[in-house]
């Protein structure tokens, strides 16, 4: 056993090669917000009306035919994919898994398709004839807002140079 003790490995200043920082940095603590806001509404409402109480609120809320109950789920669909995202995001990061550049793109993908669906889906919910062309007219801006920043985001983690860097070691 040697009486020297161990030289810990130096830490990654913002900015070096290999670390969280710029883009990658502001989309990371992004991912971290959107984890943390849900899990902070569940444990309020847990606090508010105890284990039962909450799962039983939920349960309430999502169950039913009703239109409300069904544009509910149809909004919580894509809040929960990104939620998955972001999670998988998170954990990723700090693991500096080379599979982020992989996964966290995909799950960026299946969102955005998502989220159109259910956009679609509500609208044919709320119109009484069902959507037309200018519900697709109406809807078109966001879609496509959303789709180039996933594009952007698809592209980032195929070509950028700091999330090579830091996924790959």
């Known amino acids: 056993m040697s009486a020297v003790p161990p030289i810990p490995k130096r830490r990654r200043r913002f900015g070096e090669a290999g670390a969280l920082g710029g883009v990658l940095a502001i989309i990371f ?13 569940l444990f309020t409402l847990i606090s508010a009306l105890g284990t039962q109480g909450a799962f ?26 990104l939620f998955l995202w972001a999670v998988s995001f998170v954990a990723l990061t700090v693991l500096r898994s080379r599979h982020a550049l992989s996964v966290a793109p995909l799950l960026m993908i ?45 592209g980032y983690f195929k070509d950028g140079r700091r999330p090579r860097e830091l996924y790959t070691r």
């Open 110 to 154: 299946v969102w955005v398709a998502v989220s159109a669906f259910c956009q679609f889906s509500i609208r044919a919910l709320i119109t009484p004839d069902g959507a037309t062309i200018m519900d697709f007219a109406a809807l078109m801006p966001g879609l496509l807002a959303q789709g180039v920043g996933v594009a952007a985001f698809v």
């Open 56 to 81: 039983s609120a939920i349960a309430d809320s999502v169950t039913g035919n009703s239109v409300s109950t069904q544009m509910l789920r149809f909004g919580l669909v894509p809040q929960a994919i």
């Open 29 to 41: 603590w992004c991912a971290c917000g959107i984890v943390a806001v849900p899990l902070a509404g």
